[in-house]
Every structure is written in structure tokens, then in C-alpha cells.
């Protein structure tokens, strides 16, 4: 707003008119301004706020810059909003809810979400490139829970345990090489009513210990699996001092 129209302001306070500011009006808060003012210098002030029913409104043909400085001067604190990315330069970056709930935080060693569920919504997932720490991984109702590494090994560590549930469908591991089940401290359970192997190697009958290197699978009453050089008949028997 532009002219050399006197200012209105309100009766008993002080008048300041100049070219090009529109409405600046002194008050015992601080200034007033009235409509739209374009700054051509730095601007200064320890508080801006719109009026109680409007917005506040920055703008700008480039970009806009809010800078937070020290006492010396220097800069501790960015925020810069540009044409195509929003650029924020501080220690630690975090929003809150509106009861001051961290909701995210960024600093340079890690990134934390406060929210109570994490969803990704995107149509191939979450890419990870190193480990990933959470007490839970699931996917939405009637959809399937993916894990995958295409070119590398997948491994799921817990010191406590893992625990893998599908309540309506099933479980399904592929691998290109060797899938591996190994406990370190205790044993391995296959609790089910039925363990199927359908393509395990069968070979013809022949003597005990031939050069066939076959062997059969044995169980034992706490179900402990162990294996014994196949036969004509079963040899488990022989070798059923392992379940001791």
C-alpha cells in the first residue's frame, strides 16, 4: 500500500507515516501495521504475530529465510523455505503435538519417531540400509508381511528371543542358498502336528554303512532330531544313546 494518505490509527496513539510501509502505528505493544509491506532490508523484531482472525503471511519471489544468532552474531539456527525444498539447519530438529509431545527428532546421531504406530504407505515398502532396531514389525490387516534382502542375508537377532505369527495364513521362507536355524544356548522346536520334508533325497536299501552316504532321520521321546547311516531297516535303535 502506497500514497501520502494520512495513517488511521487508533485515537490516542502516535502516528508514523512513510512511503510504501502503509499503516504503521505505534502502540504501547510495539507497532501495528495495516495491510501489505514489502521489507527491503533485514527485519528485526523479538516478536511478529498476526492479528487474532487472520494468518501470518511471508512471502517471497525466492525464498524465505528466518535466522536464529547467538550474542556474537552467529548464525545457530536456520529455517529456509524455497521454490522446489524446505531446508532446516540446527543441532536437533523436532515437532511436538500440541500437549508438547515429541512426535520426531533429528540430530546427527539418530532419528526418533514418538508416535505410538510408524506407517509406510508406499507401494514397495521401506528400504533400510543398515540394522533396524523395534519391538514390532506388521504389516495392515489382510496384507502380507514382506522381509526381504535381494542381494544380501537377512538376519533377525534378539537377545530374548524372536517371535514370528501369522494368525490367518502362513509363513514362508525362501532363500537362494542355505536357510540356517541355529541356536546357541538350547534347542530348536518344530512344534506342529505335522513336520513335512516333500522333497528330501530317497535312495534304494541297502547295507549298514555301504558307500551310499544315506541316512535317516531319527526322533527321540523329547523330540531332539539326530541321523543315522540308513539301512535295509531302521537304525535309530543303535544309535538312540544320543537322547540320553
Given amino acids: ?27 504501547k505493544d510495539g507497532l501495528r501495521l495495516e495491510g501489505e509491506s514489502e521489507f527491503l532490508f533485514p527485519l528485526y523484531a523479538k516478536e511478529i504475530h ?22 556474537e552474531g552467529e548464525v545457530t539456527g536456520r529455517l529456509k523455505v524455497g521454490p522446489k525444498m524446505v531446508e ?4 536437533q530438529f523436532q515437532i511436538n503435538s500440541n500437549d508438547g509431545k515429541p512426535l520426531f527428532t533429528v540430530d546427527e546421531k539418530e532419528v526418533v519417531v ?18 533396524v532396531e523395534t519391538p514390532l514389525v506388521r504389516a495392515d490387516p489382510f ?21 514370528i505369527q501369522a494368525h490367518a495364513g502362513k509363513i514362508e521362507a525362501l532363500s537362494q542358498m542355505d536357510i540356517l536355524f541355529h541356536s546357541s544356548d538350547g534347542m530348536l522346536v518344530l512344534d506342529a502336528e505335522t513336520v513335512c520334508l516333500p522333497k528330501l ?12 552316504s544315506l541316512y535317516e532321520i531319527c526322533v527321540c521321546p523329547d523330540g531332539k532330531l539326530y541321523l543315522s547311516v540308513a539301512g535295509v531297516s531302521t537304525t535309530c535303535q543303535e544309535h538312540n544313546h544320543i537322547c540320553l
Avoid at 8 to 19: D, K, T
Avoid at 144 to 151: I, V
Fill in 88 to 91: 532446516v539447519q540446527n543441532q
Fill in 50 to 71: 498476526s492479528r487474532v482472525d487472520s494468518s501470518l503471511l511471508l512471502q517471497s519471489t525466492q525464498n524465505v529465510t528466518v535466522n536464529a544468532r547467538n550474542s
Fill in 114 to 131: 514418538g508416535t505410538d504406530k510408524l506407517r509406510v504407505t508406499g507401494p514397495e515398502g521401506a528400504l533400510f540400509e543398515h540394522s
Fill in 143 to 163: 496384507q502380507d508381511l514382506r522381509l526381504e534382502s535381494p542381494t544380501r542375508s537377512l538376519s533377525m537377532d534378539a537377545p530374548r528371543g524372536v517371535h
Fill in 201 to 212: 533325497v530317497q535312495g534304494t536299501w541297502g547295507p549298514s554303512g555301504s558307500s551310499q
Fill in 1 to 27: 500500500m502506497k500514497g501520502n494518505a494520512a495513517a488511521v490509527c487508533a485515537p490516542g496513539l502516535q502516528e508514523v507515516q512513510q512511503a510504501g510501509m502503509g499503516h504503521l502505528c505505534v502502540t
